[in-house]
C-alpha cells in the first residue's frame, strides 16, 4: 500500500528558472492538496483538486504559481520565475473524497532552495 | 493574520511524564480540529482528531480536549516516549470550506531519558 509520493525530493534552482514539482496521491483518493511550508511557519494551503478540476486556488501566492491534475491522479505544481521568497517545503496530500472532516494523507514533501 | 496558534515553539518532558501541547484558534467557523505529528525529512502524519460537539477525544495515549468557549485545544500525550519526540501542529478546517486545512506553527516535543 503505497502512501502519498512526491518528487524530487530536493530542488535547488536559481532565481528567475521554472520548477516543476511533482505528487503522486493514493490510488483511489479523488482529492489532492497543495500546502508548502516555509521556515518557522506552519503549513499555508495553496490549492485542492477533486478529479481533475481545482475547486480552491484561493492560496496560490501570485500569479507565478499554477498547478494540473491529469487523469485524476499525478499533479504538477509549477512555479515560474522562481524568487527567493519561494523557497520552502511544499507539501502535497490527498483525501479519499474531499469531504469535511476527511483525514489528508501527506506525502514527504519537497524542499525548494531558490537560491 | 495566524487563525490557528501555537505559542510554545518548543517542549521537553521526561520519559513516562505527560506532555501538554496546547493550541489557540480565533476563527469561530473552525469546528473540526486535528494533531498531525512530524519527523524530520517526512510528511506530518494524522494523531487524532476532535469535532467540535465534542469536548475530549482520547486514543491511547494521546487525548485532545476541545475548550469551544475559550476557542483552546490541547493534546496530551501519556506517558510520554522518547519515539513521541517531533514536531506536532495542530490543525482546524470549517464545513464552508471543506477543502483545506488551516494549520499552527507547530510544537517540537523532545522526550528526554
Known amino acids: 500500500g503505497a502512501g502519498v509520493s512526491q518528487s524530487p525530493s530536493n530542488k535547488v534552482t536559481e532565481k528567475g528558472k521554472d520548477v516543476e514539482l511533482r505528487c503522486d496521491p493514493i490510488s483511489g483518493h479523488t482529492a489532492l492538496y497543495w500546502y508548502r511550508q516555509s521556515l518557522g511557519q506552519g503549513l499555508e494551503f495553496l490549492i485542492y483538486f477533486q478529479g481533475n478540476s481545482a475547486p480552491d486556488k484561493s492560496g496560490l501566492p501570485s500569479d507565478r504559481f499554477s498547478a494540473e491534475r491529469t487523469g485524476g491522479s499525478v499533479s504538477t505544481l509549477t512555479i515560474q520565475r522562481t524568487q527567493q521568497e519561494d523557497s520552502a517545503v511544499y507539501l502535497c496530500?490527498?483525501?479519499?473524497?474531499?469531504?469535511?472532516?476527511?483525514?489528508?494523507?501527506f506525502g514527504p514533501g519537497t524542499r525548494l532552495l531558490v537560491l | 493574520d495566524q487563525q490557528v496558534k501555537q505559542n510554545s515553539p518548543s517542549l521537553s518532558v521526561q520519559e513516562g511524564r505527560i506532555s501538554i501541547l496546547n493550541c489557540d484558534y480565533t476563527?469561530?467557523?473552525?469546528?473540526?480540529f486535528l494533531w498531525y505529528k512530524k519527523y524530520p525529512a517526512e510528511g506530518p502524519t494524522f494523531l487524532i482528531s476532535i469535532s467540535s460537539i465534542k469536548d475530549k477525544n482520547e486514543d491511547g495515549r494521546f487525548t485532545v480536549f476541545l475548550n469551544k468557549s475559550a476557542k483552546h485545544l490541547s493534546l496530551h500525550i501519556v506517558p510520554s516516549q522518547p519515539g513521541d519526540s517531533a514536531v506536532y501542529f495542530c490543525?482546524?478546517?470549517?464545513?464552508?470550506?471543506?477543502?483545506?486545512?488551516?494549520f499552527g506553527t507547530g510544537t517540537r516535543l523532545q522526550v528526554t531519558l
Open positions: 490543525a482546524a478546517s470549517d464545513a464552508g470550506t471543506a477543502s483545506k486545512l488551516t
Open positions: 476563527n469561530s467557523m473552525f469546528d473540526y
Open positions: 496530500a490527498s483525501s479519499l473524497e474531499g469531504r469535511h472532516q476527511e483525514t489528508q494523507y
